[in-house]
């Protein structure tokens, strides 16, 4: 009897790994903004403020890095997802086959 086997754990690590990179991800840009912050209270003049408004853009809804944020979690999600299905089948199938008669 054939046995079909899937390491679900690969995708368990990948999910992990992709999680990680998202956290660093808002820790930099996190960072970011508090030496923009630093920037504009210390800088004097009307283009510090200026800076400081482009630089909040950069990081509001709907920015790049608010997009590639958002498809860096769903990613993760899709991985967590698949990672269970995967690892409910594999249960399912085992259970199934542990049924079947033995000759």
């Known amino acids: 009897m054939a046995k079909v086997s899937v ?5 368990e690590n990948a999910a992990r790994e992709v999680s990680g990179y998202a956290e660093w991800i808002k820790l930099q ?4 903004t ?7 209270t210390e800088w004097q003049g009307k283009d510090s403020a200026e800076f400081y408004q482009k630089w909040m853009t950069m990081t509001a809804k709907g ?4 997009n590639m944020l958002e498809a ?3 990613y993760r999600d ?3 997802y698949v990672y269970a299905e995967y690892q409910k089948a594999q249960r399912r199938a ?9 000759f």
């Open 72 to 74: 860096v979690e769903s």
């Open 7 to 11: 390491d679900y754990r690969i995708m």
């Open 34 to 40: 508090v030496e923009a912050l630093k920037l504009a």
């Open 29 to 32: 840009m996190d960072q970011s």
């Open 78 to 80: 899709y991985l967590k």
């Open 94 to 102: 085992q259970n199934l086959a542990s049924m079947l008669p033995k």
């Open 63 to 66: 920015s790049t890095y608010r």
